[in-house]
């Protein structure tokens, strides 16, 4: 008997399936512009967003210069957006933007539209541009309207990505220095430019400690000639450090360092 009402169960389902393609092809195939739009709106609201965007996409000419015109055009938008097509809702609400900058659904086009880059923000490891153009976007939104309901949103995201370009370019320049060696000058010149850009990490004394032992590791494997030119740097080095950080945890060994390149600078 239970498997009587399983079966009656999956004849109704696919009933009911094949009911709605049948209701959904006629939809496609009909003349009738105006059903078209209002049932392109109840599947979107329902979240069909593939069979919406099928309808909207038929009726963007058929309302061209029209009052719905940046309706239709900001819902395709919004459907790419829902079928977590990213890339395509950002094409499509930037030419949202420009083409109806009135337009009652602006304002949450343009938030839209940088959130989009911000949904095709990467792991940290991979390259950051969506990040970075996530947060151009956001705040520029932020200028445009100050006033804005979204802008608490807006400036979340904003710390979110400015802290993962942080950690990029952290991860970046360390790389040079776990590989040592005859990278430990690519090293210096990748942990200051770090420092540059986000000078107030909270890698920052792990950051001054790093450019302080790779300028003692590059200067003790110079020539002669170079080796008081090169320890001096890290000298210098040393003095940044411990003017930041005093009772930094790194003290000890860098204070090895310096008594080392003292002894050279001063033969």
């Known amino acids: 008997m239970k498997r009587k009402y399983e079966v009656i169960l999956i004849v109704s389902v696919i009933a009911l399936f094949l009911s709605s393609c049948s209701g959904f092809d006629k939809i496609?195939?009909?003349?009738?512009?105006?059903?078209?739009?209002?049932?392109?709106?109840?599947?979107?609201?329902?979240?069909?967003?593939?069979?919406?965007?099928?309808?909207?996409?038929?009726?963007?000419?058929?309302?061209?210069?029209?009052?719905?015109?940046?309706?239709?055009?900001?819902?395709?938008?919004?459907?790419?957006?829902?079928?977590?097509?990213?890339?395509g809702a950002a094409t499509l609400f930037d030419s949202f933007r420009n083409k109806f900058p009135r337009s009652v659904f602006t304002e949450e086009a343009e938030f839209l539209f940088a959130y989009s880059y911000y949904k095709q923000s990467p792991r940290v490891e991979l390259d950051q541009t969506s990040t970075s153009n996530a947060i151009i976007?956001?705040?520029?939104?932020?200028?445009?309207?100050?006033?804005?309901?979204?802008?608490v949103e807006a400036k979340k995201i904003i710390k979110e990505m400015r802290e993962k370009l942080m950690e990029k370019s952290y991860i970046s320049s360390k790389l040079y220095f776990d590989m040592g060696g005859e990278?430990?000058?690519?090293?210096?010149?990748?942990?200051?430019?770090?420092?540059?850009?986000?000078?107030?990490?909270?890698?920052?004394?792990?950051?001054?400690?790093?450019?302080?032992?790779?300028?003692?590791?590059?200067?003790?494997?110079?020539?002669?000639?170079?080796?008081?030119?090169?320890?001096?740097?890290?000298?210098?080095?040393?003095?940044?450090?411990?003017?930041?950080?005093?009772?930094?945890?790194?003290?000890?060994?860098?204070?090895?360092?310096l008594s080392v390149a003292t002894k050279i600078i001063k033969n």
Not at 216 to 235: D, G, H, M, T
């Open 28 to 87: 496609l195939k009909s003349n009738d512009y105006e059903l078209k739009y209002k049932k392109a709106i109840e599947y979107m609201n329902k979240k069909d967003f593939y069979r919406a965007s099928q309808l909207f996409d038929q009726i963007t000419t058929v309302y061209q210069g029209t009052n719905r015109d940046d309706s239709v055009n900001y819902f395709m938008a919004k459907c790419e957006f829902g079928m977590e097509n990213y890339e």
């Open 137 to 151: 976007q956001m705040q520029e939104f932020c200028y445009k309207y100050p006033q804005s309901a979204k802008v």
């Open 183 to 257: 990278y430990y000058k690519s090293a210096i010149v990748a942990i200051k430019r770090a420092i540059n850009e986000f000078p107030d990490s909270k890698h920052h004394e792990e950051q001054l400690y790093m450019i302080v032992k790779a300028s003692y590791e590059y200067a003790n494997n110079s020539i002669p000639e170079k080796k008081k030119e090169r320890f001096q740097e890290v000298v210098d080095h040393y003095y940044t450090l411990i003017a930041e950080y005093p009772e930094t945890k790194y003290k000890k060994e860098v204070d090895e360092m």
